[in-house]
């Protein structure tokens, strides 16, 4: 079921979602060579505790960490492990944060140092199919609109779009109804009302877009060993629009 938040939830998902955005402005100067990702995680956790919030990834499913690191070939779900960033990787770090019984969830792909131009290509196009599909969050519209706009993006830029994993709705639960996938037709799917809250977060893929899972169950890669970027926010459907609840803050 697609729930349609009140204002005292929104409130909640706006400070969940705020935190979130800290949390990535907290961690970016972490993000360097030599680092290894178990690092990133535990200063994000304790990060996250301070504000009296919740790591809403840690133990969901069996998941083992607070957050998602993702590094080069990695799509998502890279659980954070001891092999240090190397200059010229890319990393996409994912996050939940509940507040108060709501969350708040987003992704961003960082470059750790000097990165290759096939990379900074992927990330630019990555990020830009995202805005492309928050152009097309308003009521009235629907999911397949905000879905084709990221496709019709990305491989207008000849990235590949990652099909098996999606955005989603989001409140008390990190994943509610809808699914938003990263491809589809206009005018087709659930109507955006105000009121809604979902995920948007383009998987992208600078080969082909086919992925695999590892033995691991969690971390999903390009099959074809391509890097991959992922950014998302969260959003809030308003009365005429958007509001994204987990904005970029400036460094």
């Known amino acids: 079921m697609i729930t349609i938040k009140s204002e005292r939830e929104i409130d909640l998902m706006r400070h969940a979602g705020m935190l979130v955005s800290k949390m990535h402005q907290f961690i970016k100067p972490y993000i360097k060579e030599g680092v290894t990702t178990k690092q990133l995680d535990e200063l994000c956790?304790?990060?996250?505790?301070?504000?009296d919030a919740?790591?809403?990834?840690?133990?969901?499913?069996?998941y083992p960490a607070t957050l998602c690191t993702s590094?080069?070939?990695?799509?998502?779900?890279?659980?954070p492990n001891d092999e240090p960033l190397k200059n010229g990787d890319i990393i996409?770090?994912?996050?939940?944060?509940?507040?108060?019984?709501?969350q708040g969830d987003a992704a961003w792909t960082y470059a750790v140092g000097e990165v290759s131009e096939e990379k900074k290509y992927l990330m630019e196009h990555t990020e830009k199919s995202l805005l492309e599909g928050l152009k097309m969050v308003k009521p009235g519209n629907r999911i397949g609109d905000i879905s084709h706009a990221v496709e019709e993006y990305a491989t207008s830029h000849h990235l590949g779009v990652v099909r098996e994993l999606c955005g989603h709705g989001i409140g008390q639960e990190m994943h509610e109804e809808p699914e938003v996938p990263n491809f589809g037709i206009p005018n087709t799917g659930?109507?955006?009302?105000?009121g809604m809250v979902i995920c948007i977060e383009p998987m992208i893929t600078y080969g082909h877009r086919d992925v695999y899972v590892m033995p691991d169950e969690w971390t999903v890669k390009t099959l074809d060993h391509s890097d991959a970027a992922h950014y998302e926010h969260t959003v809030l459907v308003t009365e005429d629009g958007y509001e994204i609840l987990t904005p970029r803050l400036e460094d």
């Open 190 to 194: 659930p109507l955006l009302k105000k």
């Open 71 to 79: 590094v080069n070939d990695t799509v998502v779900h890279g659980i």
């Open 45 to 51: 956790e304790k990060f996250i505790r301070d504000q």
């Open 92 to 102: 996409s770090i994912d996050v939940v944060i509940g507040y108060k019984g709501y």
């Open 54 to 62: 919740v790591p809403t990834c840690k133990g969901y499913e069996g």
